[in-house]
């Protein structure tokens, strides 16, 4: 079992920056891959935000050069800067038990979410 524990998030204006944060615990000896994805509002799905894995970092479309993902051991980061409203969203970390993550939508464990809301 891994417990994932979020931090950060809140309310910016546009153009601001915010970071996240998700730190893993318990069972983290078996290699696994993390992810960031949001749920917009009034939306039942979570996207793909940002990925580190295995086969590198990925990013979504409209955050690429805006957001960056790292992982130092078991505590991933999102660094968000240059936000727009439209980053606005429930971000959660996500852990699969897999050495890749892109482009999954189910994953062993999930982080409780934080909202970000970004305002014009």
């Known amino acids: 079992q891994v417990t994932l524990v979020q931090s950060g998030g809140g309310s910016e204006q546009s153009g601001g920056s915010l970071t996240l944060t998700c730190a893993a615990s318990?069972?983290?000896?078996?290699?696994?891959?993390m992810s960031w994805l949001r749920q917009g509002p009034g939306k039942d799905q979570r996207d793909e935000v940002a990925v580190i894995d295995d086969a590198g970092t990925f990013y979504r479309a409209s955050v690429k050069g805006r957001f960056t993902i790292s992982r130092v051991n078991n505590t991933l980061s999102l660094q968000m800067n240059g936000l727009k409203p439209e980053d606005t969203g429930k971000y959660y970390c996500?852990?699969?038990?897999?050495?890749?993550?892109?482009?999954?939508?189910?994953?062993?464990?999930w982080g409780p979410g934080v909202q970000v809301t970004i305002s014009s």
């Open positions: 996500a852990a699969h038990v897999s050495k890749f993550c892109h482009g999954r939508t189910w994953y062993n464990y």
């Open positions: 318990g069972h983290t000896w078996n290699p696994y891959c």
